[in-house]
């Protein structure tokens, strides 16, 4: 299995600002993923970061408003900018780790007020 | 990734044996099933997966049907902390393949 580490775990944030999520996994990866849980509702995925290469983004998500950043095999980064209410959820990092097997972190909770 | 069903909950007694049913009927070939849980406010967490033949692990037994349109997730000796969301996945095993969560089951286990 693969550890991950999500930073903040919890935040508290004002409409129309950014904040910028941070995912360290204990090994290298090819495939990370971002996902999105909003409040009573199951996961969605919000895009594939893969190292060297722009991020895959999922229909109804667009990188002005989720940049990722993947500088490294155990490194990556989701902002979620402007924030409004409809923004506040979870979101997960997860990454394919040994035998293809999917991992997920313990999860961002955001709140924007 | 082909479509899965769940029962949205279900009910368990402590230390009885939690038997979770998914229909997968249009899986096709070259897919495996996933379990995941997530209890409430953690990340999913990996239990168990399987191609064709039955799995076990420390966490669980995977038996799927022989012609793969179903699976049922065992959890032996449920506990209270079992209580969790879990989610019945079908994903291509190799490639850059990812997972689509579906509405899960919320199995609550009582005392």
């Known amino acids: 299995s693969a550890v991950i580490s999500q930073k903040p775990s919890r935040d508290i944030c004002q409409r129309g600002t950014s904040l910028t999520i941070q995912c360290q996994v204990d090994?290298?990866?090819?495939?990370m993923f971002w996902y999105r849980q909003q409040p009573g509702q199951s996961l969605t995925l919000i895009a594939t970061?893969?190292?060297?290469?722009?991020?895959?983004?999922e229909s109804g998500f667009v990188i002005d408003k989720f940049p990722i950043s993947r500088p490294n095999l155990t490194f990556s980064t989701l902002t979620v900018s402007n924030m409004s209410p409809e923004d506040s959820s979870i979101y997960l990092c997860?990454?394919?780790?040994?035998?293809?097997?999917?991992?997920f972190g313990e999860g961002s909770w955001l709140t924007v007020v | 990734d082909a479509k899965t069903t769940q029962p949205p909950s279900m009910d368990c007694a402590e230390g009885r044996a939690a038997n979770l049913p998914c229909n997968h009927s249009?899986?096709?070939?070259?897919?495996?099933v996933y379990w995941y849980r997530q209890i409430h406010s953690q990340g999913p967490q990996y239990i168990i997966h399987?191609?064709?033949n039955n799995e076990t692990n420390e966490m669980a037994s995977l038996i799927i049907t022989e012609d793969r349109k179903s699976s049922t997730l065992i959890l032996p000796h449920a506990t209270l902390r079992d209580t969790a969301v879990y989610y019945c996945?079908?994903?291509?095993?190799?490639?850059?393949?990812?997972?689509?969560f579906g509405k899960g089951t919320m199995l609550l286990v009582s005392p």
């Open positions: 970061a893969n190292q060297g290469s722009e991020a895959t983004y």
């Open positions: 399987g191609l064709k």
């Open positions: 996945i079908v994903r291509v095993g190799t490639g850059y393949s990812t997972l689509t």
């Open positions: 090994s290298q990866v090819t495939m």
């Open positions: 249009t899986i096709s070939g070259n897919e495996y």
């Open positions: 997860s990454v394919a780790g040994t035998g293809n097997t999917i991992y």
